[in-house]
């Protein structure tokens, strides 16, 4: 176990709806990284946030967008959904203080019908 | 721009043998870390070993090893005395030395060990 965590862990919807993905980074950590990973694909680097700020954007969509509570824990919001937005969502978590690793989640596997 | 390559998307190796797996990546960076991750069919992401840029000697952890090549850009990893629960994607990552950088992936290779 990791220590983050992500719900739901199974999303089922329709193309054209939105959707929100939640993940509760390990405790302590202020570093948030999401992921997707499409069919039999490695993972590619959406966004990333520290203590509530963006860090870094990678290849996110316009119509994905996400943020970072003072909690902490983050929220991916995926809206105007595709049949190929359907992909596992991995939220990973790091300290970012010196320690290199980052601690992924079990992931969201969403499937858009 | 980094990227990671992994060349072979299937490999399947004999219960006990030895496998190795092969990455490559490209970056100007000097400083940087590599990372081999594990995925099994529960999705999970299991980190196997990683391995700072300067440091010349080879991480290693019980039965994975690698072979770090910085000059050749290459960092393949060694599964010794394979076992059924070896059996998993593999990702090869890559991450500048920045602390709160984000990992670059390979694509992944399938192994299978067979019984």
């Known amino acids: 176990d990791s220590g983050v965590t992500q719900t739901p862990k199974h999303l089922i919807t329709a193309t054209g709806q939105r959707v929100t993905l939640r993940c509760s980074p390990r405790?302590?950590?202020?570093?948030v990284y999401w992921y997707q990973q499409s069919l039999d694909q490695g993972l590619q680097f959406l966004i990333q946030?520290?203590?509530?700020?963006?860090?870094a954007k990678g290849n996110i969509l316009e119509r994905f967008s996400a943020q970072q509570f003072p909690d902490l824990h983050s929220e991916l919001n995926l809206s105007s959904l595709e049949l190929g937005d359907s992909a596992l969502y991995f939220c990973a978590s790091s300290d970012a203080t010196g320690d290199y690793e980052q601690y992924f989640g079990p992931g969201t596997r969403l499937t858009v019908t | 721009a980094q990227t990671v390559t992994q060349s072979q998307p299937e490999m399947s190796v004999q219960e006990a043998e030895t496998v190795t797996l092969s990455c490559t990546y490209d970056t100007s960076e000097n400083n940087y870390y590599l990372f081999w991750y594990k995925q099994p069919p529960s999705r999970q992401m299991i980190l196997v070993i990683r391995?700072?840029?300067?440091?010349?000697q080879n991480a290693t952890e019980n039965r994975f090893s690698v072979n770090f090549q910085k000059a050749a850009k290459s960092f393949s990893l060694k599964i010794s005395d394979s076992q059924l629960g070896d059996t998993a994607m593999y990702f090869c990552a890559f991450m500048k030395a920045v602390v709160g950088n984000q990992f670059y992936f390979g694509t992944g290779t399938s192994l299978t060990v067979i019984p």
């Open positions: 391995q700072e840029a300067y440091k010349q």
């Open positions: 946030y520290y203590n509530g700020e963006e860090r």
């Open positions: 405790s302590g950590d202020l570093s």
